[in-house]
């Protein structure tokens, strides 16, 4: 797994289970946050914080220099204003594309949403908040980094590891999954020894059981792949 890894959310509550797997893998990320305060009550001072905004273009090249990998699960918390998913995001996503551009982060994990090609889904009530995840994707796609675009369903706040989880492309799938099996998707993404550069939905199962991560991640045909 590539060690230097910035998390940009991780105070969020499925950026905090990424970041907590991470460190108890033995892996200590640095973060990205706004509140300087929080970030340092829920990990400690045993991490490297960077105060910034992925609203703010230039507060972004820093905390990137000499990052191997960036996991973003950032989420817009409003439908209008500031923190609205035009913000968040499309505008920060790019943000945050350009930076790792720059500085030549090598793998870039996303988490957007499933639905985002369905401008009808009730979630788009919420500020078009599918449309503007739907740009920041495309933002990352055009890029050229190499990258995974996780579209989960439904997030619960449940224990993970209890279901098998389903990926497929082309946003068709509904469905729920756990925080807890998200960040453990993204971590398995950020490996990067399956197909990429990838964009797959994933829910979890009705049946009890385990992911088989290696099944799952070898079915997934690469963006670039030729029709």
């Known amino acids: 797994m590539l060690d230097k890894i910035l998390i940009v959310g991780g105070t969020g509550r499925t950026g905090q289970i990424i970041v907590r797997n991470l460190m108890a893998s033995g892996i200590y990320p640095q973060l990205l946050v706004r509140d300087?305060?929080?970030a340092e009550a829920l990990f400690g001072k045993a991490l490297t914080y960077y105060v910034g905004d992925v609203r703010e273009y230039e507060t972004l090249l820093k905390p990137m220099e000499g990052i191997h990998a960036v996991i973003s699960a950032v989420g817009s918390c409003t439908p209008v204003g500031k923190n609205c998913p035009k913000r968040v995001d499309y505008e920060g996503v790019?943000?945050?594309v350009k930076a790792a551009q720059i500085q030549g982060v090598k793998r870039?994990?996303?988490?957007?949403?499933?639905?985002?090609?369905?401008?009808?889904?009730?979630?788009?009530?919420?500020?078009?908040?599918?449309?503007w995840k739907l740009k920041g994707e495309e933002a990352l796609r055009q890029s050229g980094l190499n990258y995974a675009i996780v579209r989960p369903g439904g997030l619960k706040d449940t224990p993970g590891g209890c279901h098998p989880l389903v990926f497929d492309q082309g946003d068709h799938i509904h469905g729920t999954i756990s925080r807890e099996d998200l960040a453990e998707t993204c971590l398995e993404a950020l490996q990067g020894l399956h197909p990429s550069p990838v964009t797959f939905e994933v829910v979890e199962a009705d049946q009890k059981g385990c992911p088989d991560w290696t099944q799952l991640f070898d079915a997934l045909v690469p963006d670039d792949a030729e029709c």
């Open 36 to 38: 300087l305060s929080k």
């Open 94 to 96: 790019v943000n945050m």
């Open 108 to 131: 870039f994990i996303l988490i957007s949403s499933i639905a985002v090609t369905h401008p009808e889904h009730p979630l788009n009530r919420f500020g078009k908040i599918l449309d």
